[in-house]
């Protein structure tokens, strides 16, 4: 039996401010970094030791990750980092504080941006201040101006089926660090669960979530391995 383990980007500098992220390129807190660190440590302890990792391309989930790996003494496995596994793109509320948006907007709207399945935040200005169109790790890149769950989803899912998947089924141990939203794409998919019920799921930081798999099929329930 294979097993993948997810794990959610420790604490941000915009997770604390309170701030709407989504591509956006922010670094971890000193706490994001415990909470990282801690992930590795309790994967040493529990023998769960990852032999190739996945990552986005943004410094949260890739600092995550170096520092969950050398907890775990596995900085040396490969690494992948791809931009299809990046936090969902809020578009033109990149940046803003949630509290005021709420303020300005209406609890009701901000809630139906953020947790609605299908319904995207308003797009992103092209060459506002956080247009990352000229971004060289997007080159070539059509990079969203905006995207919803159901969006996430469709640009995650084909990547960890052509990627991912297949390593899993060669009985390889896969960690993937990732955003909130991309993990929660991908939880969905290997839980099956409803359109509705998925945008109620909260993901926390720095808390390794377990699939084993029995070749390419997922065997049994999600579970966290510090409940193991």
């Known amino acids: 039996m294979s097993k993948l383990i997810l794990v959610r980007h ?10 709407f ?39 949260r989930a890739i600092k995550t990750l170096n520092i969950a790996l050398e907890a775990c003494d596995r900085l040396w496995i490969p690494v992948t980092r791809d931009w299809h ?15 005021e948006t709420r303020e300005r907007h209406g609890d009701e709207q901000v809630h139906i941006w ?30 969203p101006r905006t995207e919803s769950l159901k969006l996430t989803i469709e640009r995650v899912l084909p990547y960890w089926e052509e990627a991912i998947l297949p390593q899993l089924g060669k009985g390889e141990t896969v960690i993937i660090s990732a955003h909130g939203n991309s993990l929660r794409a991908l939880v969905k998919h ?29 065997a049994g329930e999600r579970y966290y391995l510090k409940d193991s």
Do not use: C
């Not at 992930?39 to 030791?49: Q, T």
């Open 190 to 218: 290997l839980s099956n669960i409803s359109d509705d019920e998925i945008t109620g799921l909260e993901i926390p930081t720095g808390q390794p979530i377990i699939y084993e798999f029995d070749g390419t099929q997922v």
């Open 85 to 99: 596994l990046n936090e969902r793109h809020y578009g033109g509320l990149t940046g803003l504080n949630k509290q």
């Open 114 to 143: 953020r947790r609605s399945f299908d319904v995207p935040p308003p797009e992103l200005e092209p060459g506002s201040t956080f247009d990352l169109a000229d971004d060289p790790r997007y080159a070539g890149i059509d990079v």
């Open 10 to 19: 420790g604490q941000s500098e915009w997770n604390l401010a309170n701030r």
């Open 21 to 59: 992220t989504g591509w956006w390129d922010v670094d971890l807190t000193e706490k994001g970094e415990v909470e990282a660190r801690e992930a590795g440590e309790l994967m040493k302890a529990r023998g769960v030791l990852p032999t190739l990792a996945f990552t986005s391309v943004q410094k």
